[in-house]
């Protein structure tokens, strides 16, 4: 199913069944910084760049490092791992009712928008909190 049909309650059966709790993890969108967005924008043309910003996925926070999965189109998708000593620049922006995630993996600049308000969204902002509070569960 497609995102329009998933639920939150899937998200996080999905993080409890391969982790072991409901906790640890966001539901963000795919974000672009400035510069890529106008260059995919201009390049590559308008209907890319919107289909490729509204890219959802699942994070999920350990002390190994940071595990994503793209459920934009399914929730069957498998977790991809980011181990935390292979992540570079890891910053947080809080912008009203969002934050934006920052990080370098392997070079590559990776961004993420965590919303806090939508149905999808629900439980974002506490779990994000609690989140922050342990430094992102990194050791």
Known sequence: MGLLFNDKK???D???KIFGDRDNYLVAFKANDL???LAKLMIIGGLFYTMDSSRTFVLYFSPKGLYESEISNSTKRDFYLMPWNE???FEVDE???KAIISLRHLGKKVMYEVDFKGKIFEGNQERY???KSKDWNRI
């Open 87 to 89: 992540i570079e620049e």
């Open 35 to 37: 510069k890529t967005g």
């Open 14 to 16: 999905k993080v409890e």
């Open 95 to 97: 912008k009203n009712n």
């Open 129 to 131: 909190e609690e989140l």
């Open 10 to 12: 899937e998200f996080s």
